[in-house]
């Protein structure tokens, strides 16, 4: 076993994709070698790069191959060899394939008779004379959408490549590699140690570029931005705000990083604090500080890839880089205010939301419409959410957001304390109107909150729901990996509100509501295009049709449609917590009120699998319906025990009774996991009766009267969930 290190130089790779290069070169050699039975010790080897190299450094990787045996099958006996056993055609035509006499062949038997069958024992090659196919095969499969193409070459990469270092041992592996032949000589810091390093073993490798100030291990330079950023920002008294993403993308860019603590002007804090951010992080790749309160503050932090003798004047560049930006931005707020977040509606009747749909106004309203009415069955000022609802959209219109997208929401918080239009509402004071505008369009993402007020809760449902309905109407159905309306996680997203809000009420009924909404809208729209389309013709003199479609709600199965889908999304946030299939399904098929009341039977049904009864309980209740569906005619709607005639019949009666007077009161107060705990003891009786009595007997009245009992049975088994979906 011999350390292997390979480093692929370039020009800089681009930021986004370096890291997956960085895994996918990596993986790819190793699979090179396990493809070639070349045994690899990889203890503690992981991927290494920086913007400029790509490299594999392997503690162990054997020097030759394992011989290579190979076995080929030929032809059977009987076709083989002729009468006097002399070799037929099919014969010599084998031996010669394989290069020697038939004589030497060896043979070989299975379930069809005897067969020839050629095998072979030829030493491994070198792992050196293997590597340049491997790093080929490595290269070929790595993702590069767009490979750049240099000087005369017919091939590409992601960039340039400047220098190729493969070592084995202490030797240098004599391969080229996208027109540059391996040496053992790489490159140092691009200014801070401009000259060639050599490598006379791979063990070397990480000490000897950090020499050269490169630390070539991801994990070490992340940490290193992480000390130095946190440093600069302790010393002035503050934190540091470190995004994740952030913190990769600097990590893709530097190769020595050098924290510098930077200032902006304090008047710039006026500014909504999520713009200055926005800028520094997403334009600038640099992290704020923020104050002891978690505000942010007048300092921020720049990374440098370069140790400067002068470092004020690398201060003053990212200070001057910064200030024209945030000047934009203190433009746009003070030219925002000046126009008030009420005046900023009055634009968005001109905007299209959906050509079906009508304008972001008209989406404005229907929120309105909704959150109103569901405000009135959660405790919510119905006024107060129509007011906040139908200012929601305004700040679409703003500057700030027309610069800042992201801050759709957060814009319309800070507009809407400003605007003196917007009085109180009741005793709920502007400043939770504000907050709601901003809440609306949580969770925005797969980790973040639901909206943490009950007002913002009902702007997010309303959203959501004509967002939904919209989309389903409109015709824009996610297909793969499209979903331009964002369907699948606003789904979530109403969902998870629904559920994590505590919202007690119907969520088909809700989408029912959002689509007959939505389909006035489109019956609107449609009769629009159609009265100017007749203003038209009839303007050149061509007759037309004057009818206008008569506006209807939307069908039953749309809702339905609608409604499975926002629980194909809840399958997937269940089964992050453990919920299977089988449970899922269980309560999916059982009538349930509300989510809250979905999750409330879903916990109780996990804890009911847990009992030794459920199995068999489960395939019971699975019996019982396949019973029931087979039986001819109309079940009774209840027993007679008068009819019984079996000992486990009436014991199975009188169980069942007393299980339904025990459970009701349960089942009323939603104690779901008692209700099932309680039926669970009639696990024994249950396997009595079907053990001991035979339903379909020739006596219409009594097996009639069982079926009656089975479906009183089934019915209180059914009533927590479909039990029978936990039967294998």
């Given at each position: 076993m011999k350390p292997l290190l390979i480093e692929l130089g370039t020009e800089e790779l681009p930021v986004k994709a370096l890291s997956g290069l960085a895994q996918s070169f990596f993986d790819g050699v190793v699979a090179g070698l396990d493809r070639r039975g070349i045994a690899v010790d990889r203890s503690g080897a992981k991927p290494l790069y920086t913007p400029r190299r790509l490299a594999v450094a392997l503690p162990g990787v054997a020097d030759t191959q394992p011989e290579q045996k190979s076995e080929v099958l030929g032809p059977y006996v009987n076709i083989a060899l002729d009468a006097n056993g002399a070799p037929t055609r099919a014969l010599d035509g084998f031996a010669q394939k394989a290069g020697v006499d038939w004589t030497q062949l060896e043979r070989t038997a299975d379930a069809k008779g005897e067969r020839f069958v050629h095998r072979a024992v030829k030493p491994g090659a070198s792992t050196a004379s293997l590597l340049g196919e491997i790093l080929a095969e490595a290269v070929a499969g790595m993702p590069i959408p767009k490979p750049m193409r240099w000087g005369a070459n017919d091939f590409g990469f992601a960039r340039?490549?400047?220098?190729?270092?493969?070592?084995?041992?202490?030797?240098?592996?004599?391969?080229?590699?996208?027109?540059?032949?391996?040496?053992?000589?790489?490159?140092?810091?691009?200014?801070?140690?401009?000259?060639?390093?050599?490598?006379?073993?791979?063990t070397d490798y990480v000490e000897s570029l950090r020499t050269a100030k490169v630390l070539v291990d991801p994990d070490e330079r992340r940490g290193r931005i992480r000390a130095e950023v946190e440093r600069a920002a302790r010393s002035v008294g503050g934190?540091?705000?470190?995004?994740?993403?952030?913190?990769?993308?600097?990590?893709?860019?530097?190769?020595?990083?050098?924290?510098?603590?930077?200032?902006?002007?304090?008047?710039?804090?006026?500014?909504?604090?999520?713009?200055?951010?926005?800028?520094?992080?997403?334009?600038?790749?640099?992290?704020?500080?923020?104050?002891?309160?978690?505000?942010?503050s007048e300092h921020f932090v720049g990374i440098a890839n370069i140790e400067s003798s002068d470092e004020a004047e690398v201060r003053k560049g990212y200070e001057r880089v910064i200030r024209p930006r945030f000047a934009d931005a203190g433009f746009f707020f003070d030219e925002d205010l000046k126009q008030g977040l009420t005046a900023m509606g009055e634009g968005l009747a001109s905007v299209t939301y959906q050509a079906k749909l009508g304008t972001v106004a008209d989406k404005a309203a229907r929120i309105a419409t909704l959150a109103e009415a569901l405000a009135a069955e959660v405790d919510v000022d119905p006024a107060l959410a129509?007011?906040?609802?139908?200012?929601?959209?305004?700040?679409?219109?703003?500057?700030?957001?027309?610069?800042?997208?992201?801050?759709?929401?957060?814009?319309?918080?800070?507009?809407?304390?400003?605007?003196?239009?917007?009085?109180?509402?009741?005793?709920?004071?502007?400043?939770?109107?504000?907050?709601?505008?901003?809440?609306?369009?949580?969770?925005?993402?797969?980790?973040?909150?639901?909206?943490?007020?009950?007002?913002?809760?009902?702007?997010?449902?309303?959203?959501?729901?004509?967002?939904?309905?919209?989309?389903?109407?409109?015709g824009l159905r996610p297909t793969g990996n499209k979903d331009p309306f964002a369907l699948r996680r606003n789904a979530l997203g109403l969902a998870r509100t629904l559920l994590e809000g505590g919202f007690d009420v119907n969520l088909h009924g809700l989408l029912a509501t959002a689509l007959d909404q939505v389909a006035f809208a489109k019956t609107f729209e449609e009769a629009k295009k159609r009265a100017a389309a007749l203003v038209v013709a009839q303007a050149h003199g061509v007759a037309a049709a004057t009818t206008v479609p008569v506006a209807g709600g939307a069908s039953f199965a749309e809702a339905v449609e609608v409604t499975q889908f926002v629980y194909d999304r809840l399958r997937g946030y269940y089964a992050e917590r453990g919920v299977t299939v089988q449970q899922f399904d269980a309560v999916l098929h059982a009538v349930h009120e509300s989510l809250p009341d979905f999750d409330a039977r879903l916990n109780?049904?996990?804890?009911?699998?847990?009992?030794?009864?459920?199995?068999?309980?489960?395939?019971?209740?699975?019996?019982?319906?396949?019973?029931l569906r087979k039986?001819?005619?109309?079940?009774?709607?209840?027993?007679?025990?008068?009819?019984?005639?079996?000992?486990?019949?009436?014991?199975?009666?009188?169980?069942?009774d007393a299980a339904i007077a025990d459970t009701d009161p349960m089942l009323e107060r939603r104690d779901y996991a008692g209700?099932?705990?309680?039926?669970?003891?009639?696990?024994?009786?249950v396997d009595a009766f079907f053990d001991k009595v035979m339903v379909n007997v020739?006596?219409?009245a009594v097996r009639r009267n069982r079926l009656a009992l089975l479906q009183r049975?089934?019915?209180?088994?059914?009533?927590?969930?479909?039990?029978?979906?936990l039967s294998g």
């Amino acid at each position: 076993m011999k350390p292997l290190l390979i480093e692929l130089g370039t020009e800089e790779l681009p930021v986004k994709a370096l890291s997956g290069l960085a895994q996918s070169f990596f993986d790819g050699v190793v699979a090179g070698l396990d493809r070639r039975g070349i045994a690899v010790d990889r203890s503690g080897a992981k991927p290494l790069y920086t913007p400029r190299r790509l490299a594999v450094a392997l503690p162990g990787v054997a020097d030759t191959q394992p011989e290579q045996k190979s076995e080929v099958l030929g032809p059977y006996v009987n076709i083989a060899l002729d009468a006097n056993g002399a070799p037929t055609r099919a014969l010599d035509g084998f031996a010669q394939k394989a290069g020697v006499d038939w004589t030497q062949l060896e043979r070989t038997a299975d379930a069809k008779g005897e067969r020839f069958v050629h095998r072979a024992v030829k030493p491994g090659a070198s792992t050196a004379s293997l590597l340049g196919e491997i790093l080929a095969e490595a290269v070929a499969g790595m993702p590069i959408p767009k490979p750049m193409r240099w000087g005369a070459n017919d091939f590409g990469f992601a960039r340039p490549v400047h220098w190729l270092v493969v070592l084995l041992g202490g030797d240098v592996v004599d391969v080229e590699l996208l027109g540059v032949s391996a040496d053992r000589m790489s490159r140092g810091h691009r200014f801070m140690f401009d000259k060639p390093v050599w490598f006379t073993d791979p063990t070397d490798y990480v000490e000897s570029l950090r020499t050269a100030k490169v630390l070539v291990d991801p994990d070490e330079r992340r940490g290193r931005i992480r000390a130095e950023v946190e440093r600069a920002a302790r010393s002035v008294g503050g934190s540091a705000r470190i995004e994740a993403g952030i913190l990769e993308e600097v990590n893709g860019l530097v190769e020595w990083p050098k924290a510098v603590l930077c200032s902006f002007p304090r008047e710039f804090l006026r500014v909504p604090q999520e713009a200055l951010i926005a800028t520094m992080e997403s334009n600038q790749k640099f992290f704020p500080v923020l104050d002891s309160s978690d505000r942010l503050s007048e300092h921020f932090v720049g990374i440098a890839n370069i140790e400067s003798s002068d470092e004020a004047e690398v201060r003053k560049g990212y200070e001057r880089v910064i200030r024209p930006r945030f000047a934009d931005a203190g433009f746009f707020f003070d030219e925002d205010l000046k126009q008030g977040l009420t005046a900023m509606g009055e634009g968005l009747a001109s905007v299209t939301y959906q050509a079906k749909l009508g304008t972001v106004a008209d989406k404005a309203a229907r929120i309105a419409t909704l959150a109103e009415a569901l405000a009135a069955e959660v405790d919510v000022d119905p006024a107060l959410a129509r007011r906040a609802a139908q200012v929601s959209k305004n700040d679409l219109q703003s500057r700030m957001v027309g610069e800042f997208p992201e801050l759709q929401g957060i814009a319309g918080r800070y507009y809407a304390l400003y605007d003196e239009s917007l009085a109180d509402v009741g005793d709920v004071p502007r400043y939770e109107l504000a907050q709601a505008l901003d809440e609306i369009y949580m969770p925005r993402f797969a980790a973040d909150s639901i909206a943490p007020s009950k007002l913002g809760q009902v702007l997010a449902i309303a959203e959501r729901l004509d967002t939904l309905a919209g989309g389903f109407a409109a015709g824009l159905r996610p297909t793969g990996n499209k979903d331009p309306f964002a369907l699948r996680r606003n789904a979530l997203g109403l969902a998870r509100t629904l559920l994590e809000g505590g919202f007690d009420v119907n969520l088909h009924g809700l989408l029912a509501t959002a689509l007959d909404q939505v389909a006035f809208a489109k019956t609107f729209e449609e009769a629009k295009k159609r009265a100017a389309a007749l203003v038209v013709a009839q303007a050149h003199g061509v007759a037309a049709a004057t009818t206008v479609p008569v506006a209807g709600g939307a069908s039953f199965a749309e809702a339905v449609e609608v409604t499975q889908f926002v629980y194909d999304r809840l399958r997937g946030y269940y089964a992050e917590r453990g919920v299977t299939v089988q449970q899922f399904d269980a309560v999916l098929h059982a009538v349930h009120e509300s989510l809250p009341d979905f999750d409330a039977r879903l916990n109780a049904i996990r804890e009911f699998a847990k009992l030794p009864e459920a199995e068999a309980l489960a395939a019971a209740n699975k019996r019982i319906g396949n019973i029931l569906r087979k039986a001819e005619g109309e079940v009774p709607t209840a027993p007679d025990p008068s009819r019984y005639t079996e000992d486990a019949e009436h014991a199975l009666g009188a169980a069942v009774d007393a299980a339904i007077a025990d459970t009701d009161p349960m089942l009323e107060r939603r104690d779901y996991a008692g209700a099932l705990a309680r039926l669970a003891q009639l696990r024994p009786v249950v396997d009595a009766f079907f053990d001991k009595v035979m339903v379909n007997v020739d006596d219409e009245a009594v097996r009639r009267n069982r079926l009656a009992l089975l479906q009183r049975l089934a019915d209180r088994l059914g009533r927590v969930a479909a039990i029978e979906y936990l039967s294998g």
